[in-house]
């Protein structure tokens, strides 16, 4: 047998098992079932899954990148939520996002192109046809609309400002989409305001966009929460 023949399904073992870890830990985490303080190290989470330590150290690497743990010098630790910051971050999303419609009704100089919010259109109506699974994952899919949007309104330097916030609260907005049905709700408010800003109806495009995200923010803020009581609850039980 081949080296390459021997590696191809050692790595592939390796990433479904690292998905595995990731999973878990990150539905234990946005649940609140890991306590603050608590220690994941390699070795226990290793020895918990019954696995090696190459694609425990992956799946906790990208907890990290998630925003879910952060680094300590023994390991990885739950990340504690701040309300404040959320807010206030979300509030300069809400500002960011608004205002690539508010230039293009300010401006009768500035059009959306159309092109891109029609491929935009097309895609989600494939997600409304067949939708996605129900799971945090989606913040991804999500994201790609909302820079979509704003990057069709012309101005680079508020979509390099978006993606930053984004980059910021995406730990925090996948709890947007463990809701039952936020999947579904979801894609049917993205068509709404792409049909919207396709009809050249500007103002009424704003009004679904700010109220799309403000829902969004209800969500999070309300599961966050739990999570910080069920996570602070379990912290004092140890």
């Given at each position: ?151 069709a309104a012309g101005n680079a330097e508020m979509v390099r400002a978006l993606r930053g916030v984004n980059a910021r609260i995406r730990h925090v907005r996948m709890y947007d989409f463990i809701v039952n049905n936020r ?56």
């Amino acid at each position: 047998m081949s080296t390459a023949s021997r590696t191809a399904p050692s790595t592939a073992v390796n990433a479904n098992l690292c998905e595995l870890v990731y999973s878990t830990l990150r539905s234990e985490l946005m649940n609140g079932e890991i306590p603050f303080g608590h220690r994941l190290t390699e070795p226990k989470v290793a020895g918990r899954f019954r696995i090696s330590r190459t694609p425990v150290r992956e799946a906790l690497t990208r907890l990290c990148a998630d925003g879910l743990v952060q680094r300590e010098e023994f390991g990885y630790s739950p990340v504690r939520p701040s309300i404040p910051l959320i807010r206030d971050l979300y509030e300069l999303r809400i500002t960011l996002e608004l205002a690539g419609i508010q230039r293009a009704i300010g401006n009768p100089g500035v059009t959306h192109d159309r092109e891109l919010l029609e491929s935009e259109y097309r895609r989600w109506k494939d997600l409304e046809a067949d939708p996605p699974p129900q799971e945090p994952g989606f913040v991804a899919t999500d994201e790609e609309f909302h820079v979509a949007l704003l990057t069709a309104a012309g101005n680079a330097e508020m979509v390099r400002a978006l993606r930053g916030v984004n980059a910021r609260i995406r730990h925090v907005r996948m709890y947007d989409f463990i809701v039952n049905n936020r999947v579904e709700v979801t894609i049917a408010e993205h068509l709404a305001i792409l049909e919207a800003v396709l009809a050249d109806r500007l103002p009424l495009a704003l009004s679904l966009l700010h109220k799309h995200i403000g829902e969004s923010l209800d969500v999070v803020l309300d599961r966050v929460s739990r999570a910080i009581v069920a996570m602070s609850l379990a912290t004092g039980s140890e």
